[in-house]
């Protein structure tokens, strides 16, 4: 079973830039990939970007490209997420998830961190 521990979120002003970790525990954490959500007020849940955890490449929808930057620690067991230019609306709770090997889905999410973005 793997732990997913996400933290960095507070309040932060439109413009700022924030960067969000998720630690990982668990026996043999060795996922194929590490994705970050996100749940706005009222909202459906948004996938904002992933990594493949061996490789270390990194994939965005059109959305967020070039505004979010994941990366990770292998040695931390640890992914980050950094968001350049928050925007109000981008005020939500923040998820990482874990895909194991051979999974098809997420199978493992952490509890969020919130992040609130002032005008």
């Known amino acids: 079973q793997v732990q997913l521990v996400e933290s960095g979120g507070g309040l932060v002003q439109a413009g700022d830039s924030r960067v969000l970790s998720c630690a990982a525990s668990?026996?043999?954490?060795?996922?194929?990939?590490m994705g970050w959500f996100r749940q706005a007020p009222g909202k459906e849940r948004e996938w904002i970007g992933s990594?493949?955890?061996?490789?270390?490449?990194?994939f965005y929808p059109d959305s967020v490209k070039g505004r979010f930057t994941i990366s990770r620690e292998s040695a931390k067991n640890t992914v980050y997420l950094q968001i350049d230019v928050l925007k109000p609306e981008e005020t939500a709770v923040y998820y990482c998830?874990?895909?194991?090997?051979?999974?098809?889905?997420?199978?493992?999410w952490g509890q969020g961190t919130q992040v609130t973005v002032s005008s």
């Open positions: 990594i493949e955890w061996s490789s270390g490449s990194t």
């Open positions: 998830a874990a895909q194991g090997v051979g999974s098809q889905t997420f199978d493992s």
């Open positions: 668990g026996r043999a954490f060795n996922p194929y990939t």
